[in-house]
């Protein structure tokens, strides 16, 4: 059962747009991670959110907690090549003591 | 500080064979834990290892097993492979067990193909 619902599953887009890939839950979470994955690589962390409408800037990329801490979403501004890859949400369920994943978005990003 | 390494990179087996993946945590991190990512069922947590012990398990049959070394290493088995069990296994280190908050930080992963 996927618990973490990520959309879109698949996102191509042209240098320089912006986007935005979702996050989402039935059920309240803690705290939510945001990873990358490159091809041939594992994910590496991006960051952790744990504040219900908090916002996070790290350079060109914005990640935002829902006020109900429900979801999750991470904005780029101007895409370049160098953000392709694979987005992926997770969240720390303490009753299964692991760590859950989303689906994720496949992002590719043309020059 | 090197990263997370594993092997191997890549293997492949035919049905029915046993296989054994290595990792090789960040150096002083005592918490291992493995994954399977599959493009059908994405990304799922195995188990978890800190001081040599299983701290948790995800939901996989018990031909998934593991085991942690004194020197933090970790190796996973499975065996009678399957061929869904084609997938990139994933190992990540964190100094701390995943309950404490800690980042973990992921291996370049092993590719398993089962013919």
């Known amino acids: 059962t996927q618990l973490l619902e990520q959309s879109p599953q698949f996102l191509s887009i042209q240098e320089g747009e912006n986007l935005t890939v979702y996050c989402n839950s039935s059920?309240?979470?803690?705290?939510l991670q945001w990873y990358r994955q490159e091809p041939g690589e594992g994910p590496v962390l991006l960051v952790t959110?744990?504040?219900?409408?908090e916002v996070k800037k790290l350079k060109r990329l914005t990640f935002q907690f829902g006020d109900a801490r429900k979801d999750s979403s991470l904005h780029i501004t101007a895409a370049q090549p160098g953000d392709t890859g694979l987005y992926l949400c997770?969240?720390?369920?303490?009753?299964?003591?692991?760590?859950?994943f989303g689906s994720g978005t496949q992002l590719t990003v043309l020059p | 500080k090197a990263g997370v390494t594993q092997t191997p990179r890549y293997l492949i087996k035919t049905r029915g064979q046993q296989v054994t993946l290595s990792c090789s945590p960040i150096?002083?991190?005592?918490?291992v834990s493995w994954y399977q990512q599959t493009p059908g069922q994405g990304l799922q947590f195995l188990f978890e290892?800190?001081?040599?012990?299983?701290?948790n398990k995800g939901n996989f049959p018990g031909r998934f097993s593991g085991r942690q070394f004194s020197n933090s290493r970790s190796e996973m088995n499975v065996s009678t492979l399957e061929l869904g069990d084609s997938a990139l296994y994933l190992c990540?280190?964190?100094?701390?067990?995943?309950?404490?908050?800690?980042?973990?930080?992921f291996g370049p992963g092993t590719r398993l193909t089962v013919l």
């Open positions: 990540a280190s964190s100094l701390g067990r995943l309950a404490g908050g800690n980042e973990q930080f």
């Open positions: 059920s309240v979470f803690s705290s």
């Open positions: 959110v744990v504040t219900g409408g």
């Open positions: 997770a969240k720390y369920s303490g009753s299964a003591r692991q760590l859950t």
């Open positions: 150096s002083g991190h005592r918490s």
């Open positions: 290892y800190f001081s040599e012990t299983q701290r």
